[in-house]
């Protein structure tokens, strides 16, 4: 099983199996809160998770997590963070392995699969999220490759707000704002990652930009 944690947007977390099935998933939509709400929504999946899958009424039993997803972005320097860091300290504590996941993913994900279940083609789209400072952050998508997994042909990049139609237009993608990055998603795209054998992309957060927060220069010392 694993465990998905997301904060590039709102929180996120949820415990899917290796097969995609739901044990747990909770949400906070608040894009400013990650710190606060974190923790509470850990305990709450993985106590749902030893109950079985999502309707499930067996009694509990321990949840063997086999791997942590950690959303990478692009996000906000302050929300990425906080779910990266948890996501770290938790595979860390359990001695498990960290799957960096891109949450652009995640979103382009849910949009195939849902596409998939209504047999409908998917054209080239944009997976499109509010990067703040009056710019978007966006990453184009077309189809999925044999593992199942959505195959990203341009991005993750920055966009002033005014120009994404136009960016947009002569990447021949339509749009997809998304508002929320799905957890449950984020754990399905490691668990096809693992499943295919690829190699798992760097640990690195995806800002795109200066974070907004810097470490203060050392004072100077005064002389006598």
């Known amino acids: 099983m694993i465990l998905g944690i997301d904060t590039s947007l709102g929180t996120a977390l949820a415990i899917v199996e290796d097969d995609g099935v739901v044990r747990a998933s909770a949400a906070a939509a608040n894009p400013l809160g990650h710190?606060?709400?974190?923790?509470?929504?850990?305990?709450?999946?993985?106590?749902?998770?030893?109950?079985?899958?999502?309707?499930?009424?067996?009694a509990p039993e321990p949840v063997a997590l086999t791997h942590v997803?950690?959303?990478?972005?692009?996000?906000?320097?302050?929300?990425?963070?906080?779910?990266?860091?948890?996501?770290?300290?938790?595979?860390?504590?359990?001695g498990i392995p960290l799957v960096p996941v891109p949450s652009h993913h995640a979103v382009a994900l849910e949009v195939l699969l849902a596409d998939a279940?209504?047999?409908?083609?998917?054209?080239?789209?944009?997976?499109?999220?509010?990067?703040?400072?009056?710019?978007?952050?966006?990453?184009?998508?077309?189809?999925?490759?044999?593992?199942?997994?959505?195959?990203c042909v341009a991005g993750p990049a920055?966009?002033?707000?005014?120009?994404?139609?136009?960016?947009?237009?002569?990447?021949?993608?339509?749009?997809?704002?998304?508002t929320a990055v799905p957890a449950t998603l984020l754990a399905l795209v490691a668990a096809r990652t693992l499943a295919a054998g690829r190699p798992l992309g760097p640990a690195e957060p995806l800002y795109l930009r200066t974070p907004d927060v810097s470490v203060p220069a050392p004072r100077k010392k005064v002389g006598a």
């Open 35 to 58: 710190a606060e709400v974190i923790g509470d929504l850990l305990r709450q999946v993985l106590d749902e998770a030893a109950y079985g899958p999502v309707g499930a009424t067996g």
């Open 158 to 178: 920055l966009v002033p707000r005014d120009d994404l139609d136009a960016r947009l237009g002569t990447l021949d993608a339509r749009r997809h704002d998304a």
């Open 69 to 94: 997803a950690a959303g990478m972005g692009p996000g906000p320097f302050t929300g990425l963070r906080v779910g990266i860091a948890a996501a770290t300290a938790f595979a860390l504590a359990r």
């Open 117 to 151: 279940i209504a047999g409908e083609d998917t054209p080239r789209f944009a997976v499109v999220t509010d990067a703040r400072r009056r710019e978007f952050a966006y990453s184009v998508y077309e189809g999925m490759d044999d593992d199942g997994l959505p195959v």
